[in-house]
């Protein structure tokens, strides 16, 4: 079975930004926040006007065809997106997936919503 440090050395294959960095950007119009928690905890609250894209679904939301499919992805090719989760795990992840789908600016905050919660005020 895989380590857990194995599963996350992905991070070092993706784009990262802190919780500020992302802060930075969270008026930009040309970046899209991405929340891949789960649908009860997006519903608690998220970052500014992000979008829900639960982890669990994300490659059907990104494939070409899918009856999930999000078009987002294919009518905004310059668009800057930037995921997020709980603590950083989900989100890793599902940035290393979406890169190797196809979408071309997207990056990771280092530690999800625990981090934003700290730099939020």
Do not use: H
């Not at 979008?51 to 070409?64: H, K, P, S």
Request: charged share 30%; with cysteine; aromatic share 8%.
């Amino acid at each position: 079975m895989k380590k857990f440090d194995d599963l996350m050395s992905v991070r070092n294959e993706i784009e990262n930004i802190s919780a500020s960095g992302a802060k930075k950007k969270l008026n930009d119009p040309n970046v899209q926040f991405i929340d891949v928690r789960d649908k009860e905890s997006f519903s608690k609250g998220t970052i500014g006007n992000a979008i829900n894209l639960d982890r669990g679904l994300l490659e059907f939301y990104l494939a070409d065809g899918s009856p999930l499919e999000n078009d987002m992805f294919k009518n905004n090719p310059d668009k800057e997106y930037v995921v997020f989760c709980g603590v950083g795990g989900q989100g890793t992840l599902a940035t290393k997936t979406m890169k190797d789908m196809g979408v071309k600016n997207v990056k990771n905050i280092i530690g999800g919503m625990k981090e934003w919660e700290k730099i939020k005020d």
